[in-house]
């Protein structure tokens, strides 16, 4: 196995953007595949609010050479993400475009629809995360197969989710028996499939790694991936701490304006204002 980490300090980079997402643990491969691949073209269908995208932007920010990048996403959501609420491409933008906006671009169509704006043969790094179900991730893998060039990888997210109607893992069954193929097990589990006829040299520790080599490269991106994982963990219960204190404010503002209302209607309005002016500085 030729790998060394020491070559890819982008890996241990912390990510600039981190928001709600299901992919926190793989940030670091994916800064080491976009550093190791040097894509010409690199594309993302299924955005949601940006954090593997993000990922990728900003490790292709520190190579030399250039490459493109597109997230394409209708910005809706969907049955397994859940719907997006207004405001989060708009929210994305304000991180994305002033560091970003030089080599990539936020495409708001449907996967279907943005297919035609690639030519065949193009792309080197295709990361395949919309709708997780059988029969979708395998239409988006047929339609997009024909865009990806001769030294192409695809990545799946959710081959290891196992619950619901999520089918990756069977269509990640079948890919397997055709093309090279590292699968990691954490994170929901992310494939990662060489599609054309050469596999880049960078990554082909991968593909020829022994058992004992696939368990050492698993639980290494595992290990980077984890503590960026319990960050994310921490960022969403500070948010949840914060909304429930505005919870417990309005709750405590109406109790205070229903007692102020009952009295008034009964004629005590002076009374009230200085009983709840009491209770506030009880409080
Ligand atoms: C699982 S989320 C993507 C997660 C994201 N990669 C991250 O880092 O958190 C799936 C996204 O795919 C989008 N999506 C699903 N099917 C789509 C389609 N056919 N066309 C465009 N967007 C789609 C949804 O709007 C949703 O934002």
């Known amino acids: 196995m030729i790998f060394n980490p020491l070559e890819y300090p982008i890996c241990l980079e912390f990510p600039l953007w981190l928001e ?13 595949l976009a550093a190791a691949l040097h894509p010409r073209v690199l594309v993302e269908l ?5 954090v593997s995208y993000c990922a990728f932007c900003q490790a292709v920010k520190s190579l030399p050479t ?4 597109y997230a394409i996403d209708t910005w809706q959501g969907d049955a397994h ?15 994305h475009d002033p560091l970003y906006g030089g080599f990539s671009r936020l495409v708001q169509s449907t996967f279907d629809e943005a297919l035609n704006h690639f030519a065949e043969n193009s792309i080197d790094l295709l990361h395949i995360d919309g709708f997780h179900t059988y029969e979708a991730v395998k239409h988006d893998f047929q339609t997009w197969l024909p865009k990806m060039s001769e030294r192409g990888i695809v990545l799946f997210h959710d081959t ?18 055709k093309y090279p193929h590292f699968e990691f097990l954490h994170g929901h589990g992310l494939g990662v ?4 006829a050469e596999i880049p040299n960078e990554l082909k520790f991968l593909y ?3 058992e004992a080599e696939t368990k050492l490269i698993r639980s290494f991106f595992y290990q980077l991936g984890s503590r960026i994982n319990a960050v994310q963990k921490l960022h969403d219960q500070q948010n949840q701490i914060k909304s429930l204190q505005t919870y417990e404010r309005v709750v405590q503002n109406s109790r205070m304006l229903r007692i102020y209302l009952i009295l008034k209607e009964e004629g005590f ?13 009880n409080k």
Request: proline letters at 1%; charged letters at 30%.
């Open 20 to 32: 709600e997402t299901a992919w926190a643990e793989h940030i670091p491969f994916a800064m080491f």
């Open 46 to 50: 299924g955005a949601y609010r940006g």
């Open 66 to 69: 250039e490459t493109k990048c």
């Open 81 to 95: 993400a859940g719907l997006l609420e207004e405001g989060v491409l708009m929210k994305l933008q304000a991180h």
């Open 160 to 177: 290891n989710v196992r619950e619901r109607d999520f089918g990756v893992w069977k269509f990640w069954t079948e890919l397997k028996e």
């Open 193 to 196: 499939l060489a599609v054309g």
């Open 208 to 210: 020829e790694a022994d």
């Open 269 to 281: 309005g002076s009374l009230v204002k200085e009983g709840a002016n009491k209770f506030g500085e």
